[in-house]
């Protein structure tokens, strides 16, 4: 009996010593890619939102920036959206570029997936402060001697309101000029309505406005501060 016992344990032992079988080692290697993969489908919207959050915040900083750096250093400074095939870019810099004190030109570059970009829906929903008619992504240049929109480019001056180009370029000797910039995820061609964001701009005070698009719970949509 005390043969079989010592036999019993001996054998046990190797068995504990001998580590995992290729079935249990192959078992825990699919349990872990199941786990990776649960994560990362589920990881993969909230990275989405993030660099449209990015995208957003960072739209909002450069028009700020120029406007800031404008009044402070008592000088105009230009502020270019531009769209490609490639990138989509916000451009800051000093309109007149002998001034001591100006910044040097900054570029902005919005994620891959996200791009100055309308929706079919924008154009029957109220626009964000009543600019334009919701079919251009970058529609700058209302004024009010009757210019209509449709303009990439806007000048604050010192005073903080934004101008056109009227009078020269940065001279801050034209009018006042207001509009509204959209945002939206770029996804592979997929439309994403409720990922949609804008910004608007008032030129006679130069205040910058956040929106962000929701359902008005009819079918349709609506435009709300942020």
């Not at 190797?14 to 489908?41: D, K, P, Y």
């Not at 334009?132 to 903080?160: E, K, M, R, V, W």
Request: aromatic content about 10%; proline content about 3%; charged content about 15%.
């Amino acid at each position: 009996m005390l043969k079989r016992n010592v036999q019993t344990n001996a054998a046990r032992r190797r068995h504990r010593e001998s580590g995992f079988s290729l079935l249990e080692m192959m078992s825990v290697v699919a349990i872990l890619i199941i786990m990776v993969a649960i994560t990362f489908i589920s990881f993969v919207p909230v990275m989405k939102q993030y660099r449209l959050a990015n995208a957003y915040n960072l739209t909002l900083s450069a028009l700020r920036q120029a406007r800031d750096s404008a009044i402070s250093q008592r000088t105009s400074y230009s502020v270019t959206f531009a769209t490609s095939s490639s990138s989509n870019t916000i451009t800051v810099t000093p309109t007149l570029s002998t001034f001591q004190g100006a910044q040097n030109t900054a570029v902005y570059q919005l994620p891959s997936d996200v791009a100055f970009k309308v929706q079919s829906a924008f154009s029957s929903t109220p626009p964000p402060d009543g600019y334009g008619t919701g079919i251009l992504a970058i529609d700058f240049g209302y004024t009010a001697n009757g210019h209509t929109g449709g303009q990439s480019t806007i000048y604050f001056c010192p005073d903080g309101s934004a101008q056109d180009a009227e009078g020269t370029a940065g001279q801050c000797q034209g009018s006042w000029d207001g509009g509204v910039v959209y945002l939206s995820r770029n996804d592979g061609g997929v439309t994403d309505v409720l990922s949609s964001r804008a910004i608007t701009l008032w030129g006679g005070t130069g205040r910058i406005r956040g929106w962000r698009l929701y359902g008005n719970g009819s079918g349709g949509y609506q435009w709300l501060r942020q």
